[in-house]
């Protein structure tokens, strides 16, 4: 009797911890915020990239330098934004704004991993695909892996951020195939997004061979607001795989904006994120 009671008094406590873990938000006034410039990228695949006549930044790349290390100055990109929206590298129509800052926010505990997006999305977007969604926002990160090939020479995904997972052929590009989405040839992401359409689920997914926008096992969940034009999106997911206490995981952000679809969506260059470990973005401990 005596014993049942004890073990009785045990296991409320532990469902108690259970449930306090698993609601346990981080006081995020206390995480310090990072902007992060998106940007309409036009089309500038893996390819177009590691095109020495189109990109001067490949020879770089191949040397091991970053998106980053060259693109970011001062808090904002030295994009000339006036040719990555120039027929060249835009055929179909860019938004009215070809950037804007993203505020990051990231924390960890002895379970999850924690992003906070803060942003204006603006109007003036050249594709309305998206009927159900006025904006989306993902997160991806990159494995050990991914790399691509630059004739012979790797080129890893901590320098390149999402740019693995996009290539000429892929849906809404010029002239290609309507159903061919996001691939990488070596490695895998993870991919989580938040949609905006009322009881729309968040997306747990990857990117690897093809992209799927189920299946993943990182156990995402998301939430979102808009105040007066202003949202906040929030992310869960567990620490496993590549997300793990102590490493430095690739990590890129995509906006869709004005329910744009596939690739007319602002994207940001590729950024490492430090969970207990350096980073360019660093999670905090809770
Ligand atoms: C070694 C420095 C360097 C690296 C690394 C680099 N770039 Fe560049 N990038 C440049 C330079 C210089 C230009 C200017 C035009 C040119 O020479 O192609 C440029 C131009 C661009 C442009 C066209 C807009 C413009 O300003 O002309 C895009 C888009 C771009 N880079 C994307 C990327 C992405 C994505 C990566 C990472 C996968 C990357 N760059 C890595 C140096 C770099």
């Known amino acids: 009797m005596k014993k049942s009671i004890v073990s009785l008094s045990v296991m409320g406590a532990m469902l108690a911890l259970g449930s306090s873990v698993a609601v346990a938000a981080p006081d995020w006034s206390k995480v310090p915020k990072r902007d992060v ?7 500038t695949p893996i390819e177009w990239v590691l095109k020495k006549s189109d990109h001067s930044g490949r020879t770089g790349l191949v040397k091991g330098e970053t998106c980053v290390g060259c693109h970011e100055e001062k808090g904002g990109l ?11 590298l835009e055929p179909v129509g860019t938004p009215k704004t070809m950037n804007f800052p993203v505020a990051v926010q990231t924390a960890y505990d002895a379970n999850n991993l924690y992003v906070r997006l803060t942003f204006k999305a603006p109007a003036g977007g050249a594709n309305q695909g998206d009927k159900e969604n006025d904006v989306k926002a993902t997160v991806m990160f990159a494995n050990d892996q991914v790399s691509a090939d630059a004739g012979g020479k790797p080129v890893a995904g901590a320098q390149m951020g999402c740019w693995a997972t996009c290539h000429t052929d892929a849906r809404t590009m010029p002239g290609a195939d309507d159903k061919k989405t996001k691939y990488t040839k070596a490695g895998a992401y993870e991919l989580m997004q938040w949609k905006s359409a009322k009881g729309a689920k968040a997306v747990d997914g990857s990117v690897s061979d093809s992209r799927k926008m189920e299946g993943g096992t990182a156990g995402v969940t998301a939430t979102g607001e808009n105040k007066g034009g202003e949202y906040t999106v929030t992310f869960t997911r567990k620490l496993a795989g590549a997300v793990a206490a102590g490493k430095a995981v690739p990590m890129g952000i995509a906006i869709h904006a004005d329910k744009a679809s596939g690739r007319f969506h602002h ?5 490492t994120l430090g969970i207990g470990a350096d980073g360019d973005i660093k999670a905090a401990k809770q």
Do not use: C, E, P, T
Request: glycine share 8%.
């Open 78 to 88: 030295n994009f000339d934004m006036k040719r990555l929206a120039s027929k060249d």
């Open 37 to 43: 410039q998106v940007f309409h990228a036009g089309v």
């Open 267 to 271: 994207v940001s260059l590729g950024y």
